[in-house]
């Protein structure tokens, strides 16, 4: 049984070398939306990213992350995944877990496509022996064929796609983690990607998608959390959450 638990989560993000107070006040409200606290030295601010943050999250679950740019969604992402710890607080994850926020992390440009199926693989948790065993199901996927004997720094926009979506999406975690939808490249291989997305989705424990996209939390959630400068305003069923939602937005 996988478990998330949240009890009064805070990050506290330290910003060195910014000058100019006027400039941090803008910088900070308008580009990160965290609240900013002072530290001692001028030229370091500290931005509150999660503030006292409570949720438990159970098997059965698919919890959207909503809220405007720098409302701490990313930031509850990382530290679910492990990227981030609380600076105080305490977060308690039972099950593995596998994160779709970066399918870049892990990617070496001067390497071949077949040698970062393995490099990334194995970030993701399986061993060597496991990551050569996905190749075979990741190269047929992927469609790149010959390409994938070829530097990675070669390939363009749409088969980097291709490459780490089929990678990150080779695994079956207890737990997935999502900032927004991926987009895997060309039209002809969006429907492939979303129907492999889709097989993720339903064979994970607990599912948690930031998303501005409305449509994608009514079609994969069943509770939603609405953020607000490192804070959870609202915690319920995505119909009553949105429209509160919308209703702030619009007041």
């Known amino acids: 049984m996988a478990k998330i638990e949240l009890q009064d989560v805070t990050v506290d993000i330290p910003v060195y070398n910014v000058r100019g107070r006027s400039l941090k006040s803008m910088v ?8 900013m606290r002072a530290r001692d030295r001028g030229d370091v601010v500290v931005i509150r990213a999660l503030d006292r943050v409570n949720a438990t999250f159970s098997s059965g679950e698919r919890i959207g992350l909503i809220g405007h740019n720098g409302a ?3 930031t509850l992402l990382r530290v679910m995944s ?3 710890a609380p600076t105080t607080g ?3 994850i039972e099950g593995e877990v596998s994160g779709l926020t970066d399918i870049m992390a892990g990617i070496d440009m001067e390497a071949t496509g077949y040698d970062n199926i393995i490099y990334r693989s194995i970030l993701l948790g399986h061993t060597n022996s496991q990551a050569k065993a996905l190749v075979p199901e990741i190269e047929e996927f992927s469609e790149l064929g010959e390409y994938l004997n070829l530097p990675v720094r070669t390939y363009s926009t749409g088969m980097m796609l291709r490459l780490t979506f089929a990678i990150t999406t080779s695994i079956r975690p207890a737990i ?3 900032d927004e939808m991926i987009s895997a490249g060309d039209a002809s291989f969006i429907e492939k990607a979303r129907a492999r997305l889709q097989g993720v989705i ?3 424990n607990i599912v948690v998608i930031s998303s501005h996209v409305e449509g994608v939390i ?7 959390l609405w953020m607000e400068h490192g804070r959870v305003m609202m915690d319920g069923p995505p119909d009553e959450v949105l429209r509160a939602y ?4 619009d007041s």
Do not use: P
Request: positive net charge; proline residues 0%; charged residues 20%.
């Open 28 to 35: 900070f409200q308008h580009a990160i939306g965290g609240n």
């Open 72 to 74: 701490g969604k990313t």
């Open 82 to 84: 492990g990227v981030y």
């Open 90 to 92: 305490d977060a308690r």
């Open 176 to 178: 997935l983690l999502m």
């Open 202 to 204: 339903s064979n994970a």
């Open 218 to 224: 009514r079609e994969f959630c069943n509770r939603v």
């Open 246 to 249: 919308h209703e702030a937005m």
